[in-house]
């Protein structure tokens, strides 16, 4: 009984000082001041068609920037920043024969002089509302958090905008 009580506690030993080895570090955040955002003047707007080309007879939709938010903390983590941004979409049905709609937008990231840090660039995919009994598109809004992780420097303003091409940008003008 004596030798089964010293294996034991020599067990119970080994047990505390491995599992105290194998803990790992505490990986710590540090919560930073959200940037002030900003929505594009110039790309606040995003109209697609299904046909070849574009102009305003033709459109399917319209999306619209609305508001935005950050529900969560901004934060530095280890070497990286995250920015947790909501923002709200409202998208008008036109001419439309699918629900299914991508969205690509952008998110600037500026110094507090104004310099370039970084864009990232994002495609979000949601469906408009669709009444089956009509038979018609509604109106939809739809909040989506764009992910903004960065390695670099800590942004003071952030600019977010859709991604247009020269002839959706000459129809919205």
């Known amino acids: 009984m004596k030798y089964f009580s010293y294996f034991f506690y020599f067990f119970t030993a080994i047990l505390i000082v491995s599992c105290n080895s194998i803990k790992k570090p505490k990986q710590e955040s540090k919560i930073i001041e959200c940037p002030k955002t900003f929505f594009s003047s110039e790309n606040r707007t995003y109209i697609s068609t299904e046909d070849q080309s574009i102009n305003l007879d033709n459109l399917s939709f319209r999306a619209d920037l609305n508001n935005f938010d950050y529900i969560k903390e901004c934060q530095n983590f280890k070497s990286l920043t995250i920015y947790p941004l909501d923002i709200l979409v409202i998208i008008k049905p036109l001419i439309i024969t699918n629900n299914k709609i991508d969205l690509p937008i952008y998110a600037t990231l500026l ?63």
Do not use: P, R, W
């Open 111 to 173: 110094d507090k002089d104004d310099n370039l840090i970084e864009t990232q660039y994002f495609s979000i995919s949601t469906n408009i509302n669709y009444n089956e009994e009509t038979n018609t598109y509604h109106e939809t809004d739809f909040s989506y958090t764009l992910e903004i992780i960065t390695k670099k420097k800590s942004a003071k303003y952030i600019i977010v905008g859709f991604m247009l091409d020269s002839e959706k940008l000459k129809v919205l003008n």
